[in-house]
């Protein structure tokens, strides 16, 4: 049985400012939170430190500061997500779960197209 990881809406705000840079330091990522949010500098420390033991975030030394970079991208985490939401309301058919995502939402026709290269890619035989 595999350990479902989870990331908290507070997590989930520090993460997407590493998915928009390479890295930062704990004042850069305060930085980039603000005006949004009003947190002091221990939270954000905090966070990082948790999104670091449950393996989302890096961290190394860079001179007087840590600097931390996300070890999950954006997308590996909407797949891991939606993997888990497929299991527990699809009995792991990813079916409902697409058609529920795309029912009612318009689309650019450039998403259009990429989601028929990606059903085209789907139909064809490997090669």
Do not use: N
Not at 59 to 73: K, Y
Not at 86 to 110: D, M, Y
């Amino acid at each position: 049985m595999t350990t479902r990881r989870t990331v908290s809406d507070t997590e989930l705000d520090v993460l997407k400012v590493l998915w928009d840079r390479p890295e930062g330091t704990v004042r850069e990522i305060l930085e980039a939170l603000q005006p949004r949010k009003s947190w002091a500098y221990t939270t954000v420390q905090t966070l990082l430190a948790r999104l670091e033991a449950k393996g989302f975030v890096e961290s190394e030394r860079g001179g007087t500061a840590h600097v931390f970079r996300a070890a999950v991208s954006r997308e590996q985490l909407l797949q891991e997500r939606l993997s888990d939401l497929s299991e527990r309301l699809c009995e792991g058919s990813a079916s409902p779960l697409v058609l529920a995502l795309v029912e009612g939402v318009r689309f650019t026709p450039e998403e259009v197209e990429q989601f028929r290269r990606l059903l085209d890619q789907l139909d064809s035989p490997a090669k």
